[in-house]
């Protein structure tokens, strides 16, 4: 689609409030939605937030020119939970984020309006950040295709940070191999996009112990149950201590980068995001410290655990898309309950819906550091194989 048709498309929606800001670009290239968060050129980065002064920014970040190399024009910007700081895209600055697939219900975050604009085809593909699952919990809620890649693989200059260890950016798409052509023109490299599939037969998938993945609601226990069946249990590090991890740094880090106006005026954050950012008051420098550590031990745990498989097969969430009137942070740890250990990890992974009625549900395929380009197959491959499972259905229950 054009940008103009995106515009027109996001437009007719106000009331859904996924996007914040519109540039006036066009051009016949793919049309990309951005974060709030990512410097565009002739845009103010907001951030989701109210706190800092609106000021246009004179220069892309590096990953929107890169982009721009590749003749991607630029939609606006889109929605998030306030500072990427939660995962429900419950806004009070700029609106609730609606989820298209599901309206009434949250649409998660914090990259809620990245997933919605690709939902609602309100762009081709969107850029979205991920610290704690904020790719991989809206592209679940909403029913796309969401990819984190290994950390590092993009620079995070030009983009508002959140914590320095865990921000990540990634793409969110409606298929696999839109999103790995997203990543490769964000990144520019080769060999992200596999010429030919391969029969999921081919690959080695395992799961995670049913005490790792803890309870699990009605609609996303029966999906699991049916992409799970059969396939070998491997044994992950401790998922409390991996999160007890990924908290450690994350709220110290981001009540760092928040402090000064914090202690200046907090009144203007949000009532849920000012509660978690004042929680990394309380994290010690020595606990900070221990958790930096321990981070690096959990990813050589992890990756031993994963020897002679091509990847982890599990639930992005724990839940399917809660309404709207849910509280952000009870909802919190369902949510993130299995993207957050692989922010820890830093691995690649892959968010994938799962075709079904009834509300999203999507399923994380977890590869190997540093070896995203081995991880697109797969989730090719299990993408394909459920689409045709689906239709076999179908065909099934027709008359």
């Avoid at 609606?98 to 085809?121: C, I, Q, T, Y």
């Avoid at 790719?135 to 940070?161: D, Q």
């Avoid at 490299?189 to 995670?208: D, H, K, N």
Wanted: proline residues 7%; negative net charge; aromatic residues 6%.
């Amino acid at each position: 689609m054009t940008a103009a048709e995106a515009r027109a498309r996001a437009k007719a929606h106000p009331d859904w409030n996924i996007f914040i800001s519109f540039t006036d670009e066009e051009g016949d290239g793919p049309a990309v939605a951005v974060k709030d968060l990512v410097r565009v050129k002739g845009t103010v980065t907001t951030g989701g937030g109210v706190r800092f002064p609106k000021v246009v920014d004179m220069e892309d970040a590096p990953v929107v020119a890169r982009l721009r190399r590749h003749g991607c024009v630029i939609v606006g910007k889109v929605n998030l939970h306030e500072y990427a700081y939660g995962l429900t895209s419950i806004n009070p600055h700029y609106g609730t984020v609606a989820n298209p697939k599901a309206l009434g219900r949250v649409a998660g975050g914090s990259s809620g309006g990245s997933a919605a604009a690709v939902a609602a085809d309100m762009c081709d593909w969107a850029i979205g950040t991920d610290t704690g699952g904020s790719i991989r919990c809206p592209a679940a809620m909403c029913g796309v295709v969401g990819f984190k890649p290994t950390l590092g693989t993009i620079s995070t200059e030009g983009v508002m940070p959140l914590s320095k260890t865990f921000d990540t950016i990634g793409p969110l798409a409606h298929d696999v191999l839109q999103a790995a052509g997203a990543l490769a023109m964000m990144c520019d490299v080769q060999g992200l996009v596999p010429s030919s599939p391969r029969e999921l037969s081919s690959f080695t998938l395992a799961i995670p112990t049913a005490q790792w993945l803890g309870d699990l609601d009605a609609e996303t226990s029966s999906a699991w149950a049916r992409v799970s069946k059969g396939l070998p249990i491997i044994d992950l590090p401790d998922r409390s201590r991996m999160a007890g991890v990924s908290l450690s740094i994350l709220y110290y880090e981001a009540y760092q980068v928040h402090k000064p106006w914090l202690e200046e005026d907090s009144s203007k954050y949000g009532a849920d995001v000012l509660a978690t950012l004042m929680r990394g008051k309380d994290v010690a420098q020595a606990e900070y410290e221990r958790a930096l550590e321990d981070m690096l031990a959990l990813r050589q745990e992890t990756e031993a655990a994963m020897q002679g498989i091509d990847a982890l097969l599990l639930p992005a969430s724990a839940i399917a898309p809660p309404p709207v009137s849910a509280s952000s942070l009870e909802a919190r740890e369902p949510l993130s309950r299995f993207t957050r250990p692989f922010n820890v990890t830093g691995q690649p992974v892959f968010a994938l819906p799962y075709p079904k009625e009834g509300l999203p549900i999507g399923f994380q395929v977890v590869g190997h550091f540093g070896r995203d380009a081995d991880l697109v197959p797969v989730a090719w491959a299990l993408e394909r194989a459920w689409a045709q499972s689906r239709a076999a259905a179908s065909a099934k229950r027709a008359p």
